[in-house]
């Protein structure tokens, strides 16, 4: 069953300039060097903002892959069907043995920290023992369609736990920029940004390799009240950055912290055979948020550094935040 592509999507829109507005030689002379200058300006302008336009422009835009990957073998029937892509995909098609597969539409879910959003299919409980699963996207005729992954299910699934990831750091700040940064070129969105690292060993699903493994980072309120989340897949494994130097560069993943609370964070891990094996959850680590003020102070109310980690499994860190750093970042909610 092929699922067509949303109706309520939106069209660039184009400008145009009204040259023809101008009558004459001496008018087209005018607009045209209008035009020139206008142009050099606006050159100008990008060159000298380059770095900072293309260190927080969102992420270029990937080509659409599923998981499981192309040329896996021996996949647990239980194991979930997902297309890795930027927007909706179009028409997805999913044949088992070269015979068309009934599924119930596509489901979003977080996207990826470096790009992307993972999309399941709805309504398919088990895959096939034995079989090859193709799995394409794109326009209706034959033609058109792009494949998207081509795998081999093994004779059935199993149980087998992994090996959980553990972690063993973090630290979180939030960090206050000028009111005349914001939107001044620098990346700066808000007066608060918030920043995170998080340091942890890398989790291992039985037969799964790292780009068809799913992490998700929670980062919630100890207290309740506040729970964020992203996800990243195993073959590049988000661990934010520790903010540093006098006026450090904004985080892309900003929700800022509230630095009268403490907050957790906690890992979960999924792989192929997921629908029949528990997710690997990783230990609970908690610390205190340091506040970063750009604007001359540094510190203030609620940075802590002599308690600021502490963790329900056996792991414990010391907020690692001093005055010099910046940025917001925090990780969370798996499916």
């Given amino acids: ?41 606006v050159l100008t302008a990008l060159i000298a903002t380059q770095n900072d336009a293309s260190a927080c422009s969102p992420p270029i835009e990937a080509d659409p892959y599923a998981i499981p990957i192309t040329g896996a073998v021996d996949v647990p029937t239980a194991t979930s069907i997902l297309v890795v892509s930027d927007y909706y995909p179009p028409w997805v098609e999913v044949t088992a043995n070269g015979e068309p597969l009934r599924f119930d539409g596509l489901e979003g879910h977080l996207h990826l920290v470096d790009g992307g959003q993972l999309w399941t299919l709805r309504g398919v409980d088990m895959l096939e023992p034995n079989t090859e699963y193709v799995v394409t996207f794109g326009g209706q005729e034959p033609d058109s369609r792009t494949e998207l992954t081509r795998f081999t299910t093994g004779d059935g699934y ?27 070129g620098g990346c700066v969105s808000s007066e608060y940004h918030g920043a995170i690292a998080v340091d942890y060993s890398e989790a291992s699903v039985p037969g799964t390799p790292p780009e068809a493994t799913r992490y998700t980072l929670n980062l919630f309120a100890k207290n309740g009240g506040y729970y964020e989340g992203t996800s990243f897949l195993g073959d590049w494994l988000f661990k934010g950055e520790t903010p540093e130097g006098e006026n450090p560069f904004p985080q892309s993943w900003p929700p800022a912290p ?24 990783s230990n609970t680590l908690c610390a205190k948020v340091t506040e970063i003020d750009t604007t001359g102070g540094r510190g203030g109310a609620g940075a802590d550094d002599t308690d600021a980690g502490e963790s329900d499994g056996g792991v414990s860190d010391k907020s690692t935040g001093e005055s010099g750093g910046s940025g917001c970042s925090v990780v969370g909610v798996g499916f």
Avoid: F, N
């Fill in 1 to 41: 069953m092929s699922q067509p592509y949303p109706k309520d999507d939106t069209l660039a829109q184009k400008c145009y300039l009204p040259c023809s507005e101008y009558g004459g030689t001496e008018g087209k002379t005018y607009a045209t060097r209008t035009v020139v200058v206008v142009l050099t300006a």
């Fill in 258 to 281: 509230d630095p009268t609370q403490e907050y957790c964070a906690k890992l979960v891990v999924e792989g192929y055979g997921d629908l029949a094996r528990p997710p690997l959850e």
């Fill in 158 to 184: 199993d149980k087998i736990s992994g090996t959980p990831p553990v972690l063993k750091s973090l630290a979180l700040w939030r960090v206050r920029y000028g009111v005349d940064e914001i939107g001044a």
